[in-house]
C-alpha cells in the first residue's frame, strides 16, 4: 500500500497514526501541498479531488479520510478501532460523520486563517471568518465536552477510529488558537490521544 499526505494535516495525520497503531506495512509519500504537488496529473488520476489523504492498495484507489482508517482497519480484522458489533460501529460512525460534518469544519476555519494563511500564503487571517469559525466551534465543542465527562475515550472503555479522528483536530489547538479554555474535558482527553504511540510517531 501507499499513502500519500502532508504532514501539518490533521486529515492526514489521523490516518498515518491508524497505519502506525495497526502496525501496517505501508509506503507514505508526502506531497508538498505549499508547492502545489496534489495537481500533478499522475496525482488527479489518483484524486480528481487534488486532496490527500489518498491511499493506493494494488488496483484500489481511496480517498476520504474516514474511509480510508475503517479500509485499514479491515486489513487487520481482530482490531478494536473499528467494533464489529454493530451499534458499536454506528457509534464509532456517528463521530467520523460528526467530526466531518461539524468539529472538523469549524476547526478547519481556525487552521485556515491562522495557519495556512500565514505560513502559505503570506496573507492576514480574516476576522469575520475567526468570530464565524469560534461561534461553531463553541457549538460542538460543547457536545464532546459534555459527551467526554467520566470517560476515558469518545467510544466503550478504548481508544477507537472515533479518538483518533477527532483528536487529530486538537493537534492544532494552539497554532490555531481555538477558544479551548472552558473545555477541560477535551483537554484531558486529548492527553490520552497524545500519550498513544501511534499518536507520538506519526507526526
Ligand atoms: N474530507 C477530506 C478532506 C481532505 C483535505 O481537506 N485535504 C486537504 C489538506 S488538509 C488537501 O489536500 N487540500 C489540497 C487542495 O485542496 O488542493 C478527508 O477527510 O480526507
Known sequence: MKLYHFPISPNSRRVVAVLHHLHLDCEIEALDLSKG???????????????????????????ESNAIMQYLCSKAPTNALWSANPRVQADINRWLFWQAAHFGSACS???FERVIKKLFMSAEADLQEIAKGEERFHRFA???EQHLKGREWIVGDAVTLADFSVGSFLDLAEMAQYPMTPYTEIARWYSNVQQLPAWKSSV
Open 37 to 63: 504537488e496534489q495537481m500533478q496529473a499522475d496525482f488527479l488520476k489518483l484524486n480528481p479531488n487534488h486532496m490527500i489523504p489518498t491511499l493506493v492498495d494494488g488496483d484500489f484507489v481511496l480517498w
Open 142 to 144: 460543547q457536545v464532546l
Open 109 to 111: 476555519v481556525m487552521i
